[in-house]
């Protein structure tokens, strides 16, 4: 579990496998001091389990399905990624409940700056749209941000210049995907009030 506060921004050093099974050495000296060999960590978003940590690196490996659901297939030695240790008891809530598993990938839009902060538009499938609500919760590469509004098939969100600067939604351009996991609680409502709606229901 986690809470969508990045602790770090860290960077890829190494990536190796195929299209179904890629292995990732994160460079990231706080986040490596924090884990232990199979500890979960989430990277942009996505849990992940520690198989290697030595020298303020850490290694992970991502299958099919990670990739298939992800942009995780699409990092390369050198990008920068959000990462998240797992809460532990008596952590602050300063998010929301973050799985670590994502639902799906949407595309920005659009970035307009907003005084000192900016607002982003992302671009979703209906599939997950429908889980999203003005000022409900959702988690976009792995940070926990609250909606602004909807329309037209897609979201905005604002953020606040601590966001821009310490991950790497700062830095995302029109085009680019980015990873969503919409909140579990809305999931967890439509299955009760409306059974048979999602699969496995």
């Known amino acids: 579990m ?50 290697e940590v030595e020298d303020g690196q850490f290694a992970v490996t991502a299958v099919s399905e990670s990739i298939r659901r992800t942009t995780l297939g699409r990092l390369s030695e050198g990008d920068e990624v959000n990462l998240e240790p ?54 976009v590469g792995g940070v926990s941000l609250t909606i602004a509004a909807l329309r037209n098939g897609a979201f905005e969100v604002a953020l606040v210049p601590h966001t821009l600067e310490q991950t790497t939604l700062g830095r995302a351009q029109p085009g680019e995907a980015l990873n969503l996991e919409v909140d579990i609680l809305a999931k967890y409502v439509e299955k009760l009030v409306r059974p048979g709606t999602i699969p496995g229901a």
């Open 2 to 51: 986690f809470t969508g506060i990045i602790r770090e921004r860290g960077r890829v050093a190494h990536v190796d496998g195929t299209d179904e099974h890629r292995r990732l050495r994160i460079e990231a000296p706080a986040t490596a001091s924090e884990l232990a060999i199979g500890d979960s960590v989430s990277v942009e978003g996505c849990c992940l389990t520690a198989t």
């Open 86 to 139: 797992a809460a532990r008891a008596g952590d602050p809530l300063g998010g929301h409940y973050v799985q670590g598993h994502v639902d799906g990938v949407g595309h920005v839009e659009s970035v307009e700056p907003q005084e000192e902060g900016a607002t982003m538009r992302i671009s979703t499938p209906p599939e997950l749209l429908r889980y999203c609500v003005e000022k409900g919760s959702i988690a």
